[in-house]
Nanobody, 115 residues
Framework: QVPLVESGGDLVQPGGSLRLSCAAS????????ISWYRQAPGKQRAFVAL???????NYADSVKGRFTISRDNAKNTVYLQMNSLKPEDTAVYYCKAVSGLTVYWGKGTQVTVSS
């Protein structure tokens, strides 16, 4: 089992920063491709960033240059460092783990960017 628990969401002012964490249990965490998605009110869930088991990353155009995804396999944790936050980044952020046909989702953490 690789249940996922997101944390780090908060209310932050525009231009601020947050770091989200996605913690997983399971000794095979390092084999999973981990992604962050987000869902804003009234919108579909959208891809934000991905890191594979080799450390290769990919980002949505809307967050390139502002967000950084990283992983610490020793801690079974993936991070999403979010800088220069904008009101349009407001959403529930979800962590997703994929290995072959196996997919896990976390329950999400709320990020609100507002003055």
């Amino acid at each position: 089992q690789v249940p996922l628990v997101e944390s780090g969401g908060d209310l932050v002012q525009p231009g601020g920063s947050l770091r989200l964490s996605c913690a997983a249990s399971g000794s095979i965490f390092s084999t999973y491709v981990i992604s962050w998605y987000r869902q804003a009110p009234g919108k579909q869930r959208a891809f934000v960033a991905l890191i594979n088991n080799s450390g290769k990353t990919n980002y949505a155009d809307s967050v390139k240059g502002r967000f950084t995804i990283s992983r610490d396999n020793a801690k079974n944790t993936v991070y999403l460092q979010m800088n220069s936050l904008k009101p349009e980044d407001t959403a529930v952020y979800y962590c997703k783990a994929v290995s072959g046909l196996t997919v896990y989702w976390g329950k999400g953490t709320q990020v609100t960017v507002s003055s």
